[in-house]
């Protein structure tokens, strides 16, 4: 019997809503991104993103049924993101699924927001166990390892910036707008690596950290300056991806060695680099691992990924009350 999951995710700057068919059938899905807005600030201003999910939460979710062509009477369970977040884009979310559980009488199917990203790779083909998941955006930096669905051991993660928001603060100091991630992406195709700058946290761990690679690029930029040299962006910009994809890349295939697992999965905005890919496209081939990645439009966040991690969790009977509180930072389990 198929399952209808109707998802609602708000944890930073998009208001989405999505209904999931079976965990891995995306029936429709409505995103209304505020990026332009934020970007007038080079980043996302919290409490104007939670302002404009309470302007927008009711117009996607009437946009989602009339996409759909569905009703909520026809919905088995509402899953929500409650974490981690901005406490106040979470708690509009977090309003509105438990509003609308407790009108429709429907179960409440609590999801963690990195879940919903190693879910995203659902929608794409059916997920592989045991694996690895690589999980990178502007807010994480981890790896994970399932042995089964919704069976999470994190094995590392970053001990400092995540590797996307390095990205929007590199982009920062090179006067380039806000997302950074792609702008530096699309520079580095063009660039050589000129620069010497140092392999982050290049250790026998599967922790991360930016900060010091993050640093290196201010420092540089700044001699060059004060010695009256013009620093090449794209040069600088492939100097800065080719250390970051160097550790994510070595750090990822060394868990999928010491794990004895041939089966990677790559989560959350910063999937969408095409530098990361191609690297872990060219490495996976060679050591023979199955690879897979979500389509663009479900790397950044979305509900369709809530909606698909939300069915494995309701399958395994994961509820929540009407007390379910929204979680700045929490633990993925």
Known sequence: MDTYILSIESSCDETSMAIVKNGCID????????????ANYGGVVPEI??????????IVLEELLTKAGMTIDKIDAIAVTYGPGLIGS???GLT????????YK???????HIAGHIYANNLNKKMEFPLIALVVSGGHTELVYMKEHYSFKKIGGTLDDAVGEAYDKVARVLDLSYPGGPVIDNLASTGTDQYDLPIPLNDHSFNFSFSGLKSAVINLKHNEEQRGNMVNKNNLATSFQNRVIEILSKKTMNALKEYQVNNLIIAGGVSANKG????MDKLCEENNINLSYPDFKYCTDNATMIG?????AYKLGRRADLNLKAEATCNLE
């Open 27 to 38: 029936i429709a899905t409505v995103v209304l991104s505020q990026m332009n807005t934020h």
């Open 49 to 58: 993103a939670s302002r404009m999910h309470v302007e927008s939460i009711t």
């Open 90 to 92: 979470l708690l509009i």
């Open 96 to 103: 509105a699924a438990k509003t609308l559980a407790y009108i």
């Open 106 to 112: 429907k179960p409440l199917v609590p999801v963690h």
């Open 276 to 279: 990361l890919r191609n690297k």
């Open 308 to 312: 698909a991690a939300g069915y494995y």
